[in-house]
């Protein structure tokens, strides 16, 4: 059964910072490119960074670029996301997302974890 389970979204102030994880099973994790997508009300969901199966950049919306940063431990089947210096424009459900390359029927998404930034 493919799980993607994503923890550490909550309320947080301006400036704060949060990480989210994404823990992943039932697939290869280590083949598979693994992103953070986000949606907030009334927007459509985006992309906010993505981090590749094995070589390569990893790719930043360009309103997370320099704040956030994305990592993967192979290891331990997950996928983290570091936020900081976060903005209230970031309040958003985000979204684990993992995509075998090239083969958009093997994807699969996690239930979402909200994050909220505000004073």
């Known amino acids: 059964q493919v799980q993607l389970v994503e923890s550490g979204g909550g309320l947080v102030q301006p400036g704060g910072s949060l990480r989210l994880s994404c823990a992943a099973s039932g697939f290869t994790f280590s083949k598979y490119a693994m992103s953070w997508y986000r949606q907030a009300p009334g927007k459509e969901r985006e992309l906010v960074a993505a981090t590749p199966s094995a070589a390569g950049n990893p790719n930043y919306a360009d309103s997370a670029k320099g704040r956030f940063t994305i990592s993967r431990d192979n290891a331990k089947n997950t996928v983290y996301l570091q936020m900081n210096d976060l903005k209230p424009e970031d309040t958003a459900v985000y979204y684990c997302?993992?995509?075998?390359?090239?083969?958009?029927?093997?994807?699969?998404w996690g239930q979402g974890t909200q994050v909220t930034v505000s004073s």
């Open positions: 997302y993992a995509q075998f390359p090239r083969l958009p029927e093997y994807a699969y």
